[in-house]
Nanobody
Framework: QVQLVESGGGLVQAGGSLRLSCVVS????????VAWFRQAPGKEREFVAVSRWSGDSTYYGDSVKGRSTISRDNALNTVYLSMSSLKPEDTAVYYC???????????????????WGQGTQVTVSS
């Protein structure tokens, strides 16, 4: 069973930056695409970014494009999400999710992911 554990959330001032980590265990790391989603109170879950395998194939949600970088460390079985120029509207619980790389399409749809972490809270103060 694949397990994902997020860390790195916290309170940050607007304009600041942070890096979230997602450690993947229980499976072959390279066999999974790993994505980040977020959900703010009262809002629907939102796609943030995905790393399909080696990190060369990445996609970003429009709300974070240009301010975020997703990367993978295959030696540590970890996927990172670095975010800068943070805004109060970035406040949310951030989740990482994984699915086999053989799945095609729909990377921005949470329902296509088989495994989820417990989430880490990010709060951006104005």
């Amino acid at each position: 069973q694949v397990q994902l554990v997020e860390s790195g959330g916290g309170l940050v001032q607007a304009g600041g930056s942070l890096r979230l980590s997602c450690v993947v265990s229980g499976g072959t790391f390279g066999a999974y695409a790993v994505a980040w989603f977020r959900q703010a109170p009262g809002k629907e879950r939102e796609f943030v970014a995905v790393s399909r395998w080696s990190g060369d194939s990445t996609y970003y949600g429009d709300s974070v494009k240009g301010r975020s970088t997703i990367s993978r460390d295959n030696a540590l079985n970890t996927v990172y999400l670095s975010m800068s120029s943070l805004k109060p509207e970035d406040t949310a619980v951030y989740y990482c999710a994984a699915r086999p790389i053989r799945y095609s399409g729909g990377y921005s749809h949470g329902k296509t992911y088989d495994f989820w972490g417990q989430g880490t809270q990010v709060t951006v103060s104005s």
